[in-house]
């Protein structure tokens, strides 16, 4: 089994916000989803950084099962299917 290595960003945000990005996938420059999830964390942080948050901790793995296809999400955190929840 292949485990999948995520990592967390700080930063402050243009409101003086201590801003936490946690759950972001580590991956080699040739994964299929490099390019993807590069541009999704760009496009995340950039609007975290420009807007004030209510909340200060952000799951980008929350971030991506909403704007990836399932299919795609399930491949990249490598999730199996269960069946009668076994």
């Not at 975290?48 to 909403?66: A, I, M, V």
């Not at 296809?69 to 076994?86: G, M, Q, V």
Request: proline share 2%; charged share 30%; aromatic share 16%.
């Amino acid at each position: 089994m292949i485990f999948l290595v995520c990592k967390s960003l700080e930063f402050k945000n243009t409101f003086g916000q201590k801003i936490k990005v946690m759950d972001i996938p580590v991956l080699e420059k040739n994964h299929r989803y490099f390019f993807a999830v590069q541009a999704r964390l760009q496009r995340f942080t950039s609007l975290l950084f420009e807007h004030p948050q209510e909340k200060c901790c952000h799951s980008f793995r929350e971030h991506l099962k909403r704007k990836m296809s399932w299919t795609d999400f399930k491949d990249l955190y490598n999730i199996e299917d269960f069946r009668n929840n076994a």
